[in-house]
């Protein structure tokens, strides 16, 4: 919560290039993240890289597998809004175990959205599907 300005910083060392995060100040934020924010953090860099490159791919679809890992239910609220703006441009796949998240999601995402959930799973024909349409 004190942290209001991340700098993503490309550091190269041995030849080898990575990105720093910092904070407005110039100190790491890393180690002072939780597992929640880390996660949180990267998807929005994956959500961005995938915004910016829009044009040049060529299925103009996102997966997310399992997005909401660690996250309380304020960032799941948030990342089904953020779902839901990407989700105006292009198709959007979600899997997920997260049952409050997946009901975020029913009542954030204002598309249509068809829900399959995983039933079972029979090792000679695989998954048991239910389609439903929301």
Request: no cysteine.
């Amino acid at each position: 919560p004190g942290i209001t300005n991340i700098d993503m910083v490309l550091e190269t060392s041995r030849g080898n290039e990575n990105f720093g995060f910092k904070d407005g100040s110039g100190n790491e934020i890393l180690p002072i993240m939780g597992q929640g924010d880390m996660n949180t953090l990267a998807l929005s860099i994956f959500t961005g890289l995938g915004e910016a490159n829009i044009d040049s791919l060529p299925l103009k679809s996102i997966i997310f597998d399992d997005p909401s890992q660690n996250m309380g239910t304020h960032h799941k609220g948030k990342l089904a809004e953020v779902i839901n703006d990407i989700a105006e441009k292009r198709q959007i796949i979600v899997s997920t175990m997260d049952v409050e998240f997946m009901e975020l999601l029913k009542n954030k995402i204002s598309m249509e959205q068809s829900i399959i959930e995983i039933e079972g799973w029979e090792p000679e024909t695989g998954p048991k599907l239910n389609a439903n349409a929301a």
